[in-house]
């Protein structure tokens, strides 16, 4: 079993959707951070979260630390939101990551 | 905030042969990190550099062929040495302490023949 599992895999939506991706992980963390993967391969920070809930935009992560599992929500999703998402946490006492598999994401106008 | 450029951006490399990606930052940064993306998989940690020292290896591999260099705070090579097919994979360098925002290069693109 791996140690952060996210669901769905994959998953397709139309535009204006609201989008839930969510992550579950076994292991204790430091803190738990929210990926995007664009096609050409670059990763860019979303939200790196410890505790509750933060938003930026139409995006939104919570975190429920005791039942060591997160969201992410995307509100009114748009085809520039086709990505892949990637659940990450930051293991507690070190500085290595453990990613989840990640989310394919394709959003249709 | 850090920026982080990655050279070179892709290549198509013959079978055996050996192939350096670097890794610059726009900040002096303690940790730098190299991962692995097969594809259609996660990204795996290949391992963490830190200047002045051995880098750390993850379980699976092996200084040998993944040798790393960290002149100073800013710079870190990846060398993929005696590639086969199986090398071929996106490489990435991160930076990003335990609870700070993770910072990604734009990745190598890696193909061998």
């Known amino acids: 079993k791996n140690e952060v599992e996210q669901s769905p895999q994959n998953l397709t939506a139309q535009e204006g959707e609201f989008i839930t991706i969510n992550c579950s992980y076994s292991?204790?963390?430091?803190?738990l951070h929210w990926l995007q993967q664009h096609p050409g391969g670059g990763i860019v920070s979303l939200f790196m979260?410890?505790?509750g809930k933060k938003k930026h935009g139409r995006l939104i992560a919570t975190i429920n630390i005791q039942e060591k599992h997160s969201s992410l929500h995307i509100t009114a999703s748009h085809p520039r939101d086709s990505a892949v998402y990637i659940c990450?946490?930051?293991?507690?006492?070190?500085?290595?990551?453990?990613f989840g598999t990640g989310t394919r994401l394709q959003v249709f106008p | 905030s850090a920026v982080i450029s990655q050279k070179p951006s892709r290549d198509i490399c013959q079978r055996g042969t050996s192939l350096t990606i670097q890794c610059q930052v726009d900040?002096?940064?303690?940790?730098m990190f190299w991962y692995r993306q097969q594809p259609g998989q996660s990204l795996t940690l290949i391992a963490t550099?830190?200047?002045?020292?051995?880098?750390?290896?993850e379980s699976g591999f092996v200084i040998d062929k993944f040798p790393i260099s960290r002149p100073n705070l800013t710079f870190s090579t990846l060398t993929v040495s005696n590639m086969s097919p199986e090398d071929s994979s996106i490489y990435l360098c991160?930076?990003?302490?335990?609870?700070?925002?993770?910072?990604f290069g734009p990745g190598t693109r890696l193909l061998v023949l």
């Open positions: 550099a830190n200047q002045g020292s051995e880098a750390t290896y």
């Open positions: 990450a946490v930051s293991l507690y006492n070190t500085d290595k990551l453990i």
């Open positions: 292991v204790g963390i430091s803190a």
């Open positions: 991160s930076v990003g302490g335990r609870v700070e925002t993770q910072y």
């Open positions: 900040s002096q940064v303690t940790m």
């Open positions: 979260l410890s505790s």
